[in-house]
């Protein structure tokens, strides 16, 4: 992205204004979670799987509202939470959905459940998802890169679709890094990756001992020292920003062209 918002019709300002602005809340949008999304909810609560913090729900909705991406993946498809909230808002007459929306989740109940919410929606020409792990995925659409580099990434066939130009970041905290790592190297220039801030790590780990299996404890200091390093590197060349909010701190990294 260059100097303004460029490719999403922003106005014309220092990047770190152009990332507050996308990552501010929506006041003239209604916050309360949509019905379908309420009752996936409830679900999860009863199901015991850990709900993304509803702040940052609203908050993503909030900065998809203001792109219009082409091809868009959510990472970590769960039981259609996050997506039904996505669904709400692309299914509005009022708003443009993406070309292509991919949601990756290896959990095969859980396709099914998300494919019935794609049906719901009526978002069949535009959606799908993937019932494969983020670390399939990625090999395989770098793979198809690497061995088609003198096509545009558009023909490429690939399981993504491509450029790819919005990833959604919706994994437990220890996959979360990783995931996002791989994703800003797959990430066309003028993408936008949006994840939740990893934890930062408290209390004494332990020493971290050769030829020893580290602990949940140690796995979750390398992870966080990883994301350091991510932030580091982006920062060096790209665009990041950070929008605190009660439920965690949701980043936005942008690769720029």
Not at 24 to 51: N, T, V
Not at 142 to 159: K, T
Request: net charge negative; hydrophobic share 40%.
């Amino acid at each position: 992205m260059d100097d303004g918002g460029g490719d999403w019709g922003l106005p014309q300002m220092s990047d770190s204004d152009v990332m507050s602005l996308l990552l501010s809340e929506d006041a003239d949008r209604d916050q309360s979670e949509p019905e379908i999304a309420s009752s996936i909810g409830e679900q999860m609560l009863h199901m015991d799987i850990p709900l993304l913090p509803r702040s940052v729900r609203a908050r993503i909705r909030d900065v998809c509202s203001r792109i219009n991406p082409s091809n868009a993946i959510l990472i970590g498809g769960g039981i259609g939470h996050l997506s039904a909230w996505l669904f709400d808002l692309w299914s509005d007459h009022h708003e443009n959905p993406p070309e292509n929306f991919r949601i990756i989740e290896p959990g095969t109940r859980f396709c099914v459940i998300i494919d019935r919410l794609i049906r719901r929606y009526e978002a069949n020409e535009w959606a799908q998802v993937i019932s494969m792990n983020w670390q399939e995925v990625f090999a395989e659409a770098q793979s198809s890169r690497a061995s088609n580099v003198s096509i545009p990434e558009s023909a490429l066939d690939s399981v993504l679709p491509m450029p790819l130009d919005l990833v959604l970041i919706d994994l437990p905290e220890e996959g979360r890094v990783a995931a996002a790592e791989a994703a800003f190297d797959l990430v066309a220039p003028g993408g936008l990756i949006l994840l939740l801030e990893p934890t930062v790590p408290t209390g004494d780990v332990g020493d971290f001992s050769e030829g020893m299996e580290k602990t949940a404890a140690q796995m979750k200091v390398e992870s966080f020292n990883s994301w350091i390093e991510l932030i580091k590197r982006v920062n060096e060349g790209h665009s990041v920003g950070f929008t605190d909010l009660s439920g965690g701190t949701l980043v936005a990294l942008l690769k720029k062209h």
